[in-house]
């Protein structure tokens, strides 16, 4: 059976409300002879943002697929694949940050980004522990899902006084 795994909602929801809070003003700033420029590289953005945060995994009973927008790909990522018997272990490197990022590491010494931002993740790395039989325990989101949360409120918040200010 196949499983898609889409990127969290609080993380694509959190990229796309801080695009917007950050450059909604822009088209409103420019001057008269710049504004259809400025809307347009604004709805180019948004169409960027929102395409990159399309990316996808997928799980079947022989591999895990990582599948990337034409964007995603034309800005350096890259899909992947990888068959279950392929993955020796799953490591771990700490981030500056204080958390924490997974590895896959393969039989040919390849190390793949193990997903840590999409939706089920739980879920996901049930499915990669039965079929590697790798312990995934200490394995976790890569940020706590309340950060994301946090971001998209507070950028929610600054495009509400964006708004009422250009209202006012």
Do not use: H
Not at 39 to 59: M, R
Not at 88 to 110: A, C, E, R, W
Not at 149 to 165: D, H, Y
């Amino acid at each position: 059976m196949i499983e898609r795994f889409k990127t969290n909602f609080f993380v694509k929801s959190s990229l796309i409300s801080l695009y917007l809070a950050l450059t909604i003003p822009i088209p409103f700033l420019s001057i008269d002879k710049l504004k259809t420029t400025s809307i347009l590289a604004f709805l180019f953005g948004l169409y960027v943002i929102i395409n990159i945060t399309s990316d996808y995994v997928e799980t079947c009973k022989n591999k895990i697929l990582y599948k990337t927008s034409f964007i995603s790909k034309t800005l350096g990522r890259k899909n992947w694949e990888i068959s279950w018997k392929e993955i020796k272990l799953i490591k771990s490197l700490p981030t500056s940050q204080g958390s924490k990022v997974f590895y896959f590491n393969t039989n040919k010494g390849d190390n793949i980004l193990l997903p840590q931002r999409i939706e089920n993740f739980e879920r996901f790395l049930l499915i990669v522990s039965k079929n590697t039989g790798i312990d995934i325990k200490d394995i976790s989101y890569i940020s706590p899902p309340w950060t994301y949360k946090l971001l998209t409120l507070l950028s929610v918040l600054m495009i509400t006084g964006e708004l009422f200010a250009f209202i006012n």
